[in-house]
């Protein structure tokens, strides 16, 4: 494992100017993959698995776990919330739109990434919902929200696993924010959050989530599960949509359909 970079002195003087920065290392990561560090960290809430994609297919350079928000932005029904757990305190958004919201969000939470370190090491991830189109557009939304779901949701992981599908290499991220008063106190307290979660991922797989694993795989999910649409009608909406796309009337769009399942 690479030492743990920045060294104290120049994260020091960065903390005193209030900048937010990242405290990272590497190492080859040979013998882990995304699927089974996300896997070890199961219990991690809003743990997430990012992979890159490029032409359709072919998998990108970079896969990206993220945990540990400090930051979740989410928007429903016009309103936005900021739930920002390092000052343990929750915003909402009054007098502006969703979109505007979010501009706001990004500009404030632009980072010197370092140059040793992929760019995706930090930032904001998250969706957007169909509903979302109406701070796009001046579209009408027809049908009634049932599912009673955030519109949009973003969060700001405070700690990523990067790893490197080039050159096989896994960077561990944290991001500091300038909140105690003793620089080396934070230093600290984020040099233990990288060593407690490269521990996390060096444990073997449990045993109970291998077998969980095979399980999922040999049981029928489909089983007992009912949908909001049958089978022939969105086969229908699908021969629909290729009409219209063969038409020029739409180039792209997304079916979907309901699947509930008693627990």
């Known amino acids: 494992m690479d030492i743990l ?12 100017l209030g900048q937010r920065q ?3 290392t590497s190492f080859a990561a040979d013998v882990h993959t995304p699927v089974s560090s996300l896997i070890k960290l199961e219990n991690e809430s809003y743990a997430f ?4 994609v490029e032409k359709g297919s072919q998998k990108g350079r970079y896969s990206v776990i993220g945990l540990k ?24 958004e009054k007098d502006i739109t969703p979109l505007n919201s979010l501009r706001k969000l990004i500009k404030n939470n632009k980072l010197k990434i370092p140059d040793e370190i992929p760019s995706i090491s930090s930032g904001l991830f998250g969706f957007m919902g169909y509903e979302m189109i109406q701070y796009f557009e001046k579209v009408a939304l027809s049908k009634k929200d049932n599912l009673k ?19 096989d290499k896994l960077f561990v991220t944290k991001t500091v924010s300038p909140n105690e008063k003793d620089p ?9 959050d990288i060593l407690n979660l490269i521990k996390k991922i060096n444990e073997p797989l449990d045993k109970k989530s ?20 049958d089978y022939n009608d969105f086969k229908k909406m699908v021969e629909k949509a290729k009409k219209l796309i063969f038409e020029g009337e739409i180039f792209q769009v997304v079916l979907s359909r309901i699947f509930k399942k008693k627990n």
Do not use: G, H
């Open 5 to 16: 970079k920045p060294d104290f002195n120049l994260f020091k003087k960065k903390y005193k």
């Open 22 to 24: 990242i405290l990272y």
């Open 49 to 52: 698995l990012f992979e890159s």
């Open 69 to 92: 928000p400090d930051l979740i932005w989410e928007c429903n029904n016009k309103n936005c919330k900021i739930v920002d757990k390092n000052s343990k305190r929750n915003f909402y």
């Open 149 to 167: 779901l955030p519109e949009s949701v973003f969060i700001r992981p405070s700690m990523t696993l990067v790893f490197d599908n080039v050159n």
């Open 184 to 192: 080396i106190k934070s230093f600290n307290n984020a040099k233990k």
């Open 210 to 229: 291998l077998e969980l694993q095979n399980f999922k795989r040999n049981v029928d999910v489909f089983k007992n599960v009912k949908s909001n649409t």
